[in-house]
């Protein structure tokens, strides 16, 4: 009987594992896009590096994908036909877009090639993070669940956090700020040291889309977007519901509609297969349920312990040495290195407030909180709170920039004129990202505030 459930178990995470499904919610989402017939050269090297690493190679895919389908009409599993033709292009992560009309207007093929002007054209809004590949050019045919999708990405994103921290711990609440960031810096330590053990690789292009282009040079299992977009939004409702009064039903609705955006949103992207998102999804609840306990005691020992600087800093440096260990360098150490930065400086910065007494909590018996009423002053207030805060932290990360790289480079004995090309090198990008991140986030939480009382606008 154990065994019975545990092949039905594989054979379902094989069946979620497939590309033909993520090809096929983009195809009901809107999203069509047409291969090359000829591989070109990116596609030549990446299926020897496949092939090295023992996956089919690309085109071995793709022409598996057709094969279990009608090879004389080239219909494909979505039900698209297959163009004949189509324009060169990077076919092993992205799409061409093949159908213009001749005035430029964009718009999906119809069987004889039509152009449909209602659709429209677009291309991944960023380049691969690691090739620099723009993209190529792919079909919206539903642009509100373009946007929709795009901004549910953009939930999961550091960038994105790296702006909700701060403003939440400037104008809403401080002990909540940085017990998420807590939650973010170990959701992704565990999620990209996971992905770098399994070594899953993208999900296969054609028959999917890539609709975004960024991470997709990175390992895909399990999905790092699913995991932070779920573990904050539920890390947020469980440390605010009680300390702040609002019903339990909106609180949880907002988790949950935000996690499954986010989750929804990585497959409509084509940058995860169904399987990776839900394992992300369910990974992160479990990273949370050992967190949520454990946040009240590690906050107290960051802000009481004498010896907390230093195992702060000892800490989240170890971690990035093991996480940066496991397999050859990619960017995604550096988001990584980053949010263990982040980490460190806000750790930091909470000790310093504690000890100088600095930014102190609500007692107990002012629980729960509630929400002050909207006013124009009050809007004002939050809003010149956070531009003189992120002004802060732009002129923090510039200023350290100009610094670390070049004293990176002296010590590496690396030509220090090309940022970009310095900034490859591991020994470059993984010290710089630290020291760098760990100073925004020690401003973020200590200096900004201080500045804030300073001005009268704490």
């Known amino acids: 009987?154990?065994?019975?459930?545990?092949?039905?178990?594989?054979?379902?995470?094989?069946?979620?594992?497939?590309?033909?499904?993520?090809?096929?919610?983009?195809?009901?989402?809107?999203?069509?896009?047409?291969?090359?017939?000829k591989p070109t050269k990116a596609d030549n090297q990446l299926s020897a590096s496949g092939a090295a690493k023992g996956y089919p190679s690309l085109r071995n895919r793709a022409e598996a994908w057709q094969s279990g389908e009608d090879a004389n009409s080239g219909r494909l599993g979505n039900g698209e036909s297959v163009p004949e033709t189509s324009a060169a292009g990077d076919f092993a992560s992205t799409q061409v877009n093949r159908v213009q009309s001749g005035d430029g207007s964009g718009g999906s093929a119809g069987p004889a090639g039509a152009v449909n002007s209602i659709n429209a054209r677009a291309k991944p809004l960023r380049r691969n993070s690691l090739t620099g590949d723009a993209g190529q050019e792919f079909i919206v045919q539903n642009k509100f669940l373009f946007y929709l999708f795009t901004f549910g990405t953009e939930l999961g994103n550091e960038m994105f956090f790296i702006v909700f921290f701060p403003f939440l711990f400037w104008n809403v609440d401080a002990l909540i700020s940085r017990r998420l960031i807590v939650v973010w810096a170990w959701?992704?330590?565990?999620?990209?040291?996971?992905?770098?053990?399994?070594?899953?690789?993208?999900?296969?292009?054609?028959?999917?889309?890539?609709?975004?282009?960024?991470?997709?040079?990175?390992?895909?299992?399990?999905s790092t977007h699913a995991m932070t977009g779920t573990a904050i939004p539920f890390c947020l409702f469980l440390l605010s519901y009680g300390r702040w009064q609002y019903p339990f039903v909106l609180g949880f609705s907002v988790a949950l509609c935000w996690s499954v955006l986010v989750c929804v949103s990585r497959v409509y992207m084509g940058m995860h297969s169904i399987l990776e998102v839900i394992t992300g999804f369910l990974y992160s609840l479990l990273v949370l349920a050992f967190f949520h306990h454990a946040l009240d005691k590690i906050d107290t020992f960051y802000m009481i312990n004498p010896y907390a600087p230093l195992v702060i800093v000892l800490s989240h440096v170890s971690l990035g040495l093991v996480a940066f260990s496991l397999d050859s360098w990619s960017t995604s150490r550096g988001d990584t290195a980053q949010a263990l930065g982040t980490g460190v400086g806000a750790a930091l910065a909470t000790h310093v407030n504690h000890q100088l007494g600095l930014l102190v909590d609500p007692p107990l018996s002012m629980l729960p909180l509630t929400l002050p009423l909207m006013s124009m002053t009050l809007v004002m207030h939050s809003l010149l709170r956070f531009l003189i805060g992120v002004a802060v932290l732009l002129i923090t990360r510039m200023v350290m920039k100009a610094i670390t790289i070049p004293f990176l480079c002296q010590v590496f004995g690396l030509p220090s004129s090309d940022v970009r090309q310095a900034r490859q090198h591991m020994k470059i990008e993984l010290p710089y990202r630290y020291i760098v991140y760990s100073v925004v986030g020690f401003n973020c939480v200590f200096l900004v505030p201080l500045l804030f009382s300073i001005l009268n606008l704490a």
């Open 1 to 37: 009987m154990a065994k019975y459930f545990l092949n039905t178990f594989v054979r379902l995470c094989n069946y979620l594992q497939e590309p033909c499904h993520v090809a096929r919610f983009q195809n009901i989402c809107g999203i069509k896009g047409t291969f090359p017939d």
């Open 187 to 222: 959701n992704l330590f565990v999620g990209q040291s996971t992905k770098d053990v399994v070594r899953w690789s993208r999900p296969a292009s054609p028959p999917v889309v890539k609709v975004e282009v960024f991470y997709n040079s990175e390992y895909s299992m399990p």
